[in-house]
C-alpha cells in the first residue's frame, strides 16, 4: 500500500505513454521532410500521389543483345503475374500488343477529343461521295510505298483514322506511337518491368516485406533453364527507394542508439568503474527514449525519416545530466539524494530549457523535418532532465554505498564539482605556459594551417538534393542506368495543370501550350510535352458525340466500299472497332474517358483525378542555362517542379531562415554571455573561442572535402548553443580556481570532455545514416562540437593569459581576476 | 517385355543390353552429326561462293516486276519497276511505269520520293540508332551484302536449300525489333552464277512483298545522275525517324 500510494503516478504516466506508442507511425518519405507550401514540394507530391507511374517498381533488365533483353523481360511478366497475391498489374511492353483490339477503343475516344473542324474533314473523308477515291488512294499507296511505317497503317486502317489533324504530336498527342520507347532502349538490350504492388502491400512496414518477395520470385525466374545467359536485374522506383529507407531507418536506429549507448557506458566505466549506475543510466537513457518516442507519438503522430536520429543525440545529451547528477551524489553520499537534487536542479532545469530551446528553433530552419527532429530532441531533452533528476538518483543512490569525505568536504566549501575524483591529485597552479608566446603559439599554427585550408579550399554550399538521397543506395544508381540507357540527359521539369473540371484543365493546358510555344521559340526552352491533345474537352466530345454516332450509323455502306475498292476484310477491322466504340457510347451527361485497360494505363499517366478537381503531368525540358523567371510559375493552377528546381528553392529557404536563425541565437548568446560575465573582456573571449571553433570546424570541412548543404546549415544554431557552453565552463572554472590552470582541467576539463566525449559520439553515430543528409548533419555537429571543446578547454585559456597577462597566478595562489568576476562565480551549469 | 522386365529386375543382362542400346543411340547421334556436318558445310560452301560472286560484282541493273500480298486486299498488287546497285551499299529503286515511288540509297541515307504526293521521305542510316523503321528500310539492300560480316551482322541464316536450277536462301534480322514488322527475306539465286532472280520480304502481319527480276546487267557503267535524285522545289521532305 505503501508503495502503491508512493508510484501512483506511475500509473498516470502510462496513459500517455500507450497513448503516445500506439498512435505512433513511421514516414520515410522524404518529401515529408520539406516544407509543403514551396511549389517545387507541393508538385512533387501531387505527382508521387496521383500518377500511376510513380508508386510503380521498376526492374531494369540488361542483357548482351536484344533478344535476351527482351525474352528476360517477358519471363519475368509471367513469373510475377502469377504471383497474382503480391502485384496488380505487370507490364513489359505497351499493353496494345498484348490487346491490339485496345488500340481501337482508344482511338474511338481520341477522335472525340478533336477540334470540331478534324471532325468536319473526317466526316467528309468518309462521306459516300469521297470514300471512293480515298480508298482507290490507299490501295495506290498500298502499291507503290516504299514506307514499311505506311504499308503497316494502310494495311490495317485504310480509311485513315489513325491520322490526326497536324501538330497533334507537338502538344505531346504521342499518344500509341513511342509508347515502346518506354520500355526499351533504342538498342533493345536495356527493357523495363514495371510492377504495381497489391494496394495493400504498398506500406512503410510492407514495402521491405513486398520487395524480398519479388526479388524471390525474380531470383527463381533467373534460375530457370529458360532464362538466357548474362542477363543483369536491378530494381528502382518508389517501392525500391521505399524499402531502402525503410531498412535504413530501422539500421540507423539500431545502430546510432547501440552505438553511443556504448561509448557513454565505456565512458562511465573509465571514469568511475561502478556497474550498478552505469546500469541504472543505461535503463534511464532508455526510458527517456520511450516517453519521448511516446510524446512524438502524442504531438506528431508520424515520426519522419530524419527525425530518428533524434534517438542518438538525446542520448547524448541526456546523459549529462546522469552524469552531473551522479558525480554530486558519489560526492555527497548516497542518503542527501533529496539535498544533490535540490542542488542541481536549477542548473539542470535551465541546461535542459536552454538546450530544448537551441533545439526546438530549429522548427524555424525551414525544414518541417528537421524541426520535427529539434521538437523531438527538445522535448526529450526535457523528459531527460525529469528522469535523471527522479528516476536515476535513486536508483544510483542505491548502487553508490561508498560516500567520498573529501569530495563532500570540497563540496560543502563551494569547490569544483563533478569529476574531480578522476583524480587524487590536488590543484597544483600549473599548466601554464612560461611566456605568452608559447602560449599563443598553438593558436598561431592552428590560424595558420585552418587559414590556409579555409582560404585555399572554403566548403562550398551544395545547391542539390543530394542530401536529401539515401547514401550507398541500389535503386539510385539504377535510376541513374535508365536515364542513360534511354538517353534522356537532364530530367525535364514536370508542368503539373489543375483544375476543378476537364474543361478547366483544358483551357489551362491551351494557355499553357501557347505560352510554352513562345518560350521554345525564344529557346528558353529545349522542348516540352503536355497532354493537350490526350486531355477531353467537354464541349468538343458533346459536339463531336451525334458526328460520331452518325459516321458508326454508316458501317455498313463504309464496308461496302472498301470491298468495291479491293479491301479485305482485315482492311476493314480497325474502322469496325472504332464505329462499333462510337455506336456504343451514349450521350455524355459527363465527360468520357476511356474505359479498356490499355487506354487507362496510357491516360493514367498523363491526367489525375483528385479531390480537388483533375490534374495534367507534363514535362519542360529547360534550356541549358535557364533564365529565372522563364517557366510559367505565374500562371493560375500550373506548377512547375522537379527536383533540380527543389535544391535552389529549399537552400534559398534554409539560407534566408539561417541568417535571422544565426542572429538570433547570436544576439541571444551575448546577452547570456554579459549576464554571467559581467565583463566585455570575458564576454570577447568567449565569442573568440566560439568563432576560432567555427574556424576549425570549417578548416576541417575543407580538408575532408565537406560541403555545406541545406541539412548540415541547421547545425550552425546548435554549434552556437553548444560551444558557447564550453567558453563559459571554461572561463568560470579558471576563475573559481583562480587560474590554476592544471586544476581546471582536471575538474571542469575532464568533465567536458566526459560530456563532449558523448555528445560527440552521438552525433557521430549518425554519420553512418542511411541518409545523407543526417550523416553530413552528424558529421559537422561532431567535428564542430570537438572544435568549441579545443577551442574552449586548450585554446581560450591561452588567449586569457595573453590577454590578462601578469593577472594570472602561474603558481597555483587562488585568487579571481576582479572583484565582480569574484561576486559573480557561479556553480557549473550544463555539463 | 515382360521377359525383359524380369530380367532387369534380376539384374541380369540389364548391363550389357543397356549398354548396347547407349551404343546404339551414339552411332545413331554420330551419323546424324556426320550428315548435318555434310549438309551444313555444303550450305556453307554455297553461301561462301554466293559471296565471292557478290564480293566481284562492282554494279548490278535489272526490271523487276513487285508482287505485294497484302492481307489487306483482297487481290495482289503487281507493279512494274527498275533497280540499279553499285557496290558497295548505293541503290536506285524506280516503282511504277511511269515512276510512282523512288528510292534512292547512299552510304549515308535513303532518300523515298512520291512525285504524285510531292512529297520525299528523308532516313538517316549512319549513327548507332536501332530504331526497327530503319533496319526494315535497309533491308531493302539485303540482296547485295558487301561481305559475310556484313550480312551476318543483320540476318541470321535460316536456311540454305539447293534446287535443280537454282539456290534459296531464307534469312531472318538479327534485331527483334526488325522482327516485329519483317519476319524473314528470301533470296532466290540463279545456279549456276547466284545471279539475284527475285527476293521476297515476308512482314509479321503474313503479308508478301515480292520482287521477280528480268534482263540482269552485271558490271555495266552508269551515269552519275542515276543515284542523285534531284528534288523540285515544291517537294516536301520530312524525316519520319526525327522526334
Redo the contacts between chains.
Keep these: 500500500m505503501k508503495a502503491l500510494r508512493r508510484w501512483w503516478w506511475l500509473g498516470l504516466l502510462a496513459v500517455p505513454l500507450v497513448l503516445g506508442l500506439a498512435r505512433l507511425r513511421f514516414d520515410v518519405d522524404v518529401l515529408n521532410l520539406l516544407p509543403g507550401d514551396l511549389p517545387a514540394v507541393r508538385g512533387l507530391k501531387l505527382h508521387q500521389e496521383y500518377f500511376a507511374d510513380e508508386g510503380e517498381l521498376i526492374i531494369t533488365v540488361k542483357a548482351p543483345d536484344p533478344d535476351s533483353a527482351e525474352a528476360a523481360a517477358e519471363q519475368l511478366a509471367v513469373a510475377l503475374r502469377a504471383a497474382t497475391n503480391r502485384v496488380e498489374r505487370v507490364m513489359w511492353r505497351p499493353p496494345w500488343l498484348d490487346h491490339p483490339e485496345d488500340t481501337a477503343d482508344f482511338l474511338a475516344w481520341l477522335w472525340l477529343n478533336q477540334p470540331p473542324a478534324a471532325w468536319r474533314e473526317l466526316t467528309e473523308r468518309l462521306s459516300p461521295e469521297h470514300l471512293p477515291a480515298h480508298l482507290d488512294a490507299a490501295r495506290e499507296r498500298l502499291g507503290t510505298s516504299l514506307s514499311p511505317i505506311e504499308l503497316a497503317r494502310l494495311g490495317f486502317d485504310p480509311l485513315g483514322l489513325t491520322s490526326f489533324p497536324e501538330g497533334l504530336d507537338a502538344v505531346g498527342g504521342g499518344g500509341l506511337s513511342g509508347a515502346e520507347d518506354r520500355f526499351a532502349s533504342a538498342d533493345g538490350c536495356f527493357r523495363l518491368v514495371l510492377v504495381k504492388p497489391h494496394a495493400d502491400r504498398t506500406g512503410f512496414l510492407q514495402a521491405s516485406v513486398w520487395l524480398e518477395e519479388v526479388q524471390g520470385t525474380v531470383d527463381r525466374c533467373a534460375g530457370s533453364p529458360g532464362w538466357p545467359g548474362d542477363v543483369r536485374v536491378a530494381y528502382t522506383g518508389k517501392p525500391a527507394f521505399l524499402a531502402e529507407a525503410a531498412g535504413g531507418m530501422q539500421r540507423d536506429m539500431q545502430s546510432s542508439v547501440l552505438g553511443t549507448l556504448a561509448v557513454i557506458a565505456a565512458l562511465f566505466w573509465l571514469a568511475h568503474r561502478r556497474w550498478g549506475p552505469l546500469l541504472g543510466l543505461l535503463a534511464m537513457l532508455q526510458v527517456v527514449l520511450l516517453l519521448t518516442l511516446a510524446l512524438g507519438g502524442l504531438f506528431h503522430g508520424t515520426i519522419n525519416l530524419v527525425s530518428f536520429g533524434f534517438a542518438a543525440i538525446l542520448l547524448g545529451l541526456s546523459v549529462d545530466y546522469g552524469l552531473v547528477l551522479y558525480q554530486d551524489l558519489a560526492a555527497a553520499g548516497a542518503p542527501a539524494v533529496v539535498e544533490v537534487r535540490r542542488r542541481n536542479a536549477r542548473a539542470i532545469s535551465g541546461s535542459a530549457v536552454t538546450t530544448a530551446a537551441a533545439f526546438a528553433l530549429l522548427n524555424f530552419g525551414g525544414l518541417p523535418g528537421l524541426g520535427q527532429l529539434g521538437t523531438l530532441v527538445a522535448m526529450g531533452v526535457l523528459v531527460a532532465a525529469g528522469t535523471m533528476m527522479y528516476g536515476f538518483l535513486p536508483l544510483a543512490a542505491r548502487g553508490c554505498a561508498v560516500s567520498r569525505p573529501a569530495n563532500r568536504e570540497r563540496e560543502a566549501n563551494g569547490g569544483p564539482l563533478p569529476l574531480s575524483n578522476l583524480s587524487g591529485r590536488a590543484a597544483s597552479g600549473r599548466g601554464w605556459p612560461h611566456s605568452r608566446m608559447w602560449a599563443l603559439a598553438p593558436t598561431g599554427v592552428l590560424l595558420l594551417v585552418g587559414g590556409w585550408m579555409v582560404l585555399t579550399r572554403l566548403p562550398p554550399v551544395d545547391h542539390g538534393t543530394q542530401s536529401l538521397s539515401p547514401r550507398h543506395s541500389q535503386a539510385e544508381p539504377a535510376l541513374r542506368e535508365i536515364s542513360r540507357q534511354f538517353g534522356r540527359g537532364e530530367e525535364p521539369l514536370l508542368v503539373l495543370v489543375s483544375g476543378r473540371d476537364e474543361a478547366a484543365v483544358h483551357r489551362r493546358l491551351e494557355a499553357l501550350a501557347t505560352r510554352l510555344q513562345t518560350a521554345q521559340a525564344a529557346a528558353a526552352i529545349a522542348s516540352f510535352e503536355l497532354p493537350l491533345a490526350l486531355w477531353p474537352n467537354p464541349d468538343w466530345q458533346r459536339a463531336n458525340l451525334p458526328q460520331a454516332q452518325a459516321l458508326a450509323g454508316q458501317r455498313e455502306a463504309v464496308r461496302a466500299a472498301l470491298r468495291v475498292a479491293g479491301f479485305a476484310a482485315e482492311g476493314g477491322a480497325l474502322a469496325d472497332r472504332v464505329f462499333a466504340r462510337w455506336a456504343a457510347a451514349t450521350d455524355p451527361t459527363g465527360v468520357i474517358w476511356p474505359a479498356d485497360a490499355s487506354s487507362r494505363w496510357l491516360t493514367e499517366r498523363v491526367a489525375a483525378r483528385t479531390p480537388e478537381g483533375w490534374l495534367a503531368l507534363g514535362t519542360v525540358q529547360p534550356a541549358p542555362d535557364l533564365a529565372p523567371g522563364t517557366l510559367p510559375a505565374d500562371m493560375d493552377g500550373v506548377l512547375v517542379c522537379g527536383w533540380q528546381l527543389l535544391g535552389e528553392e529549399l537552400l534559398g529557404r534554409v539560407e534566408a531562415r539561417m541568417t535571422w536563425l544565426i542572429a538570433g541565437v547570436g544576439g541571444a548568446l551575448l546577452g547570456c554571455l554579459w549576464l554571467t560575465f559581467g565583463r566585455w573582456t570575458d564576454v570577447a573571449l568567449a565569442v573568440v573561442a566560439l568563432a576560432f571553433g567555427c574556424g576549425l570546424l570549417l578548416a576541417t570541412m575543407a580538408a575532408l572535402g565537406w560541403s555545406w548543404n541545406l541539412m548540415n546549415l541547421t547545425a550552425l544554431p546548435l554549434l552556437l548553443g553548444a560551444g558557447v557552453d564550453y567558453a563559459i565552463h571554461v572561463q568560470l572554472s579558471l576563475r573559481r580556481h583562480g587560474n590554476d590552470l592544471a586544476a581546471v582541467r582536471r575538474t571542469t576539463g575532464r568533465a567536458l570532455l566526459l560530456c563532449a566525449g558523448t555528445t560527440i559520439a552521438a552525433f557521430g553515430s549518425l554519420a553512418f545514416s542511411s541518409n545523407a543528409g543526417l550523416a553530413s548533419l552528424g558529421q559537422v555537429c561532431a567535428v564542430g562540437v570537438a572544435a568549441a571543446l579545443v577551442s574552449a578547454l586548450y585554446l581560450l585559456p591561452a588567449w586569457r593569459y595573453a590577454a590578462q597577462g601578469n593577472s594570472i597566478d602561474l603558481h597555483g595562489d587562488r585568487n579571481t581576476d576582479s572583484p565582480r568576476g569574484r561576486r559573480r562565480v557561479p556553480k557549473p551549469e550544463r555539463l | 517385355m515382360a521377359a525383359g522386365g524380369f530380367r532387369n529386375l534380376n539384374g541380369c543382362e540389364r548391363g550389357p543390353r543397356r549398354l548396347g542400346r547407349v551404343r546404339a543411340s551414339l552411332v545413331l547421334a554420330l551419323c546424324l552429326r556426320c550428315l548435318t556436318a555434310v549438309q551444313g558445310g555444303e550450305s556453307d560452301a554455297l553461301l561462301t561462293a554466293w559471296l565471292e560472286t557478290q564480293g566481284r560484282l562492282k554494279t548490278w541493273s535489272a526490271e523487276f516486276t513487285q508482287t505485294?500480298t497484302?492481307?489487306?486486299?483482297?487481290?495482289p498488287?503487281r507493279?512494274p519497276g527498275r533497280l540499279w546497285f553499285t557496290a558497295p551499299n548505293q541503290f536506285r529503286?524506280e516503282?511504277?511505269n511511269p515512276p510512282?515511288?523512288l528510292?534512292v540509297r547512299t552510304p549515308q541515307e535513303l532518300i523515298?520520293l512520291?512525285p504524285r504526293l510531292k512529297r520525299a521521305?528523308r532516313y538517316p542510316l549512319g549513327g548507332?540508332?536501332?530504331?526497327p523503321?530503319r533496319d526494315?528500310?535497309a533491308l531493302?539492300d539485303a540482296g547485295f551484302p558487301a561481305s559475310r560480316a556484313e550480312l551476318e551482322s543483320r540476318f541470321r541464316i535460316r536456311s540454305v536449300e539447293r534446287l535443280e536450277d537454282r539456290a534459296e536462301l531464307t534469312l531472318e534480322p538479327v534485331?527483334?525489333?526488325a522482327r516485329q514488322?519483317?519476319s524473314q527475306v528470301r533470296l532466290v539465286l540463279r545456279e549456276p552464277g547466284f545471279a539475284l532472280l527475285a527476293n521476297e520480304m515476308r512482314?509479321s502481319?503474313g503479308?508478301v512483298l515480292r520482287n521477280d527480276f528480268t534482263n540482269m546487267v552485271a558490271n555495266a557503267t552508269f551515269p552519275k545522275e542515276v543515284f542523285a535524285l534531284a528534288l523540285d522545289e515544291d517537294v516536301k521532305v520530312v524525316e519520319?525517324l526525327k522526334?
Design positions: 505485294r497484302l492481307r489487306a486486299l483482297r487481290e498488287i507493279t529503286w516503282l511504277g510512282q515511288t528510292a523515298v512520291y521521305e548507332e540508332g536501332r530504331e523503321w526494315a528500310l531493302l534485331d527483334s525489333r514488322f519483317l512482314f502481319d503479308s519520319p522526334r
